[in-house]
DNA sequence: TCAAGATGATAAGCAGGGCTATTTTAAGGC
DNA sequence: GCCTTAAAATAGCCCTGCTTATCATCTTGA
């Protein structure tokens, strides 16, 4: 067996499988789902949004996000709004009902990150922080020369 | 907005989901699923486990690893033999056909480690590392302290 | 001994992801 | 102006994961 407990990427896989879990039982006990509140929260940023604009955001399948949002509609947390000068398109806009839940995500997350950092030095915390910035700067700069590459090879360069 | 790039909370969880999508991509070129993938590496270490116990190692539900197993015994990579001692319970083997795809499997992981640690320094990794061991045990501290405090509120104590 | 509880596997139903394909509508190229 | 292409949303299907429930089978204690 590999000494997976010393490598990296599965320490950091497992680290974000557990605050997926967390996160997902405080959601449910306010009857929400995670993927459901990372829509509201985004969307508070950023309201008006098409569905395609939220797709690319989260990095998830616009039909992913299609059906998030029907379950927001059907809660009255959000609206689904008919763009004027396209009709093909869907303006998402956040609807009162959903103020509490998003202050108790934001509730939640600050107490999260705070103690998480406790007793941690700053210095150590942002090395890490580095690495795994570095790390995801090389994933995304292999995934782009491979998207150049299949754009090449389909263009038949 | 908040400024999520600095989080080192959404920094792992963005790089995690990255590195599962890689995977993701990969092994459907052999025609399989992460899922199986890893089942299919935690039974080479393994043989003769039970569904509950490969359960409780990939800390997912029995009845999520009953249907991962219900297809790769299909695909001929994994045989359930009844255990003689007791008839509730299938021993989970390997088959044959199974080498080929654990061996891709080690191979894509062996690149990856490789190629993320190239360019870092050791003792930044290292301390990477440590940080996010030092965040997973008081996660999992805090889960132990949950759990006990139901427990007791359910004994009634 | 035999009834009650614990355990292994599975089923049903829901949610979230993905892929592929379709429909509707805009936008450009001729 | 017409025709082709591109984009937005959606439908259908699959896989994974959870919760809850069921069935069969140990295991244990009165």
Redesign the pocket.
Known sequence: MQPNDQDLAFVMHDLARLMR?RFDQHARTWGM????CVALMKLKCRPGM???ELAALL??????V????D?LEAAGFVE?RPDP??????RLHLRDAAAPIIEKIDEYRAAGIARFHDGVPDEDWNMALSVLLRIKEKILSESADTAAASATAVSGE
Chains 1, 2 share one sequence.
């Not at 789902?33 to 459901?36: L, S």
Request: hydrophobic fraction near 30%.
């Open positions: 879990v789902t995670r993927a459901q098409s569905q395609s990095e998830v399948e616009p039909i992913t299609g059906r998030v949002i379950r689904r000068a396209d009709r093909r398109m869907h």
